[in-house]
């Protein structure tokens, strides 16, 4: 499974992005989806993830209210729409595929990674 993420950029702040992730297997389709972040000289921390069917959502506190995940699972793709974004969301933004149907907070859970997008968020 390869992963594309694309859909960063510079914003300002108070503004909105959405990233996608589209994956270039349809296995992919039953496995939970998470975005993770990474900003400099900080560790890789989980945003958002979903489950397989798109029924089950989790969001980690810094991003619930203003980040939504979602997936089209025709098009292989989860997005990520990012609303009210901070400095603070600055970071590099990585999708990931996780080994079972539902998506964990625990990054060593997911075995398939995309190579990331970058999103600035200028105050």
């Known amino acids: 499974v390869q992963l594309q993420a694309s859909g960063g950029g510079l914003v300002q702040a108070g503004g909105s992005l959405r990233l996608s992730c589209a994956a270039s297997?349809?296995?992919?389709?039953?496995?939970?989806v998470g975005w993770f972040r990474q900003a400099p000289g900080k560790e890789r921390e989980f945003a958002a993830g979903?489950?397989?069917?798109?029924?089950?959502?989790t969001y980690s506190d810094s991003v619930k209210g203003r980040f939504t995940i979602s997936r089209d699972r025709a098009k292989n793709t989860v997005y990520l729409q990012m609303s009210s974004l901070k400095p603070e969301d600055t970071a590099v933004y990585y999708c990931?595929?996780?080994?079972?149907?539902?998506?964990?907070?625990?990054?060593?859970?997911?075995?398939?990674w995309g190579q990331g997008t970058q999103v600035t968020v200028s105050s």
């Open positions: 297997a349809r296995t992919s389709s039953n496995n939970g």
């Open positions: 990931a595929v996780s080994r079972r149907a539902y998506s964990s907070t625990d990054s060593s859970q997911y075995n398939y």
């Open positions: 979903i489950s397989w069917n798109g029924a089950s959502t």
